[in-house]
């Protein structure tokens, strides 16, 4: 008996020593916020964004994550791995809906605030002769990282282009950017799908190569029939000639905007909390990325979006002056 009673006093004391530093715990408050592959734009955007988060609210450590990409990021969002996600609307969608890589578990994903637009950008070089998406068929393609939105968005323009991704290809490879660019100069690729903002680590790396011709196939051309299927969310940009090293014309492409995303039980001051740092932050912000230029108010639009807005976020934009409709 004097035993236990012994070891209930040394626990009671331990705890009482230890209540400060558990004090201190509970006060700070984790935030992961998923980004994508190191060749792409989520990643420098997200690490910018932890530390403007870690820096303005109290309690805060935020981190980052390197994944994948948007399908990736959504389904760590849905398993409560992640308390924010950068990610493409079309990938949102889904997420919401349970449709394609979510069936079956829909994301209870909210959209606090709409980013930059993502361009798909299909890369090759002169080398190759590849100046069209028919010209593809046969040839060696990575149609981007498993759990990237890349996939998804490159899988529907090949559908849309009339190409089957499993039958028309000498070899289809799912690689990151990085990767993808290094496998082009190693001539053990040909081509390769990026959605991304520009410019692009990958593709800038691959447009600077000694002896190379950067060539981005246009495919505007497709985007209807892509819309008539999978719904409005994507639509006509161009890249300008020079957004890359040896780029000599216009890309004519397919976009689709990004979004910053929580889930829909993300408590209403947090969220107020971070968007106030974001938006306070947009200049700084647009300096570590010029795609976070495109972060403005006139873009937050419920139909660009497409998801519904977390209730916090919606009221944080309406009182800015956006019109949201």
């Excluded at 323009?157 to 799912?174: K, T």
């Excluded at 051309?221 to 299927?229: A, M, T, V, Y």
């Excluded at 971070?274 to 495109?294: N, T």
Aim: charged residues 20%.
């Amino acid at each position: 008996m004097s035993f236990n009673i012994s070891r209930r006093g040394l626990a009671a004391g331990a705890a009482v020593l230890a209540l400060p530093g558990l004090a201190r715990a509970q006060a700070q408050q984790q935030m992961a916020i998923a980004t994508g592959t190191t060749g792409g734009v989520y990643y420098p955007l997200g690490g910018a964004l932890a530390n403007y988060l870690s820096r303005d609210i109290p309690g805060m450590s935020a981190t980052v994550e390197v994944t994948g990409g948007s399908v990736a990021n959504l389904q760590l969002l849905g398993a409560n791995r992640v308390g924010m996600v950068i990610a493409q609307v079309d990938a949102a969608v889904d997420a919401v809906r349970g449709n394609d890589r979510f069936r079956g578990r829909p994301v209870p994903v909210r959209a606090i605030a709409v980013l930059y637009t993502n361009r798909m950008q299909v890369v090759t070089v002169a080398s190759t002769g590849i100046t069209k998406m028919a010209d593809l068929k046969g040839k060696r393609i990575s149609t981007g990282a498993p759990g990237s939105a890349t996939e998804v968005m490159a899988l529907r323009l090949i559908e849309g282009a009339g190409l089957h991704r499993d039958n028309d290809f000498r070899a289809r490879e799912r690689l990151s950017p990085a990767e993808s660019t290094n496998a082009i100069k190693d001539g053990k690729l040909d081509a390769y799908f990026f959605v991304s903002g520009y410019p692009t680590s990958a593709i800038t790396d691959l447009g600077a190569s000694p002896g190379v011709q950067l060539v981005l196939i246009d495919h505007h051309e497709f985007i209807p029939g892509i819309i008539e299927k999978y719904g409005p969310v994507y639509f006509p940009e161009e890249i300008p000639a020079g957004a890359y090293p040896g780029q000599t014309r216009p890309n004519k492409q397919m976009s689709v905007a990004n979004i910053v995303g929580v889930r829909d039980d993300m408590a209403p001051d947090l969220v107020t909390k971070i968007l106030e740092v974001m938006w306070g932050k947009r200049a700084d912000w647009a300096q570590v990325h010029s795609a976070a230029r495109d972060f403005k108010l006139e873009g937050q639009k419920t139909a660009a979006a497409g998801i519904p807005w977390h209730p916090a976020a919606e009221a944080f934009w309406k009182a800015r002056g956006a019109t949201l409709a």
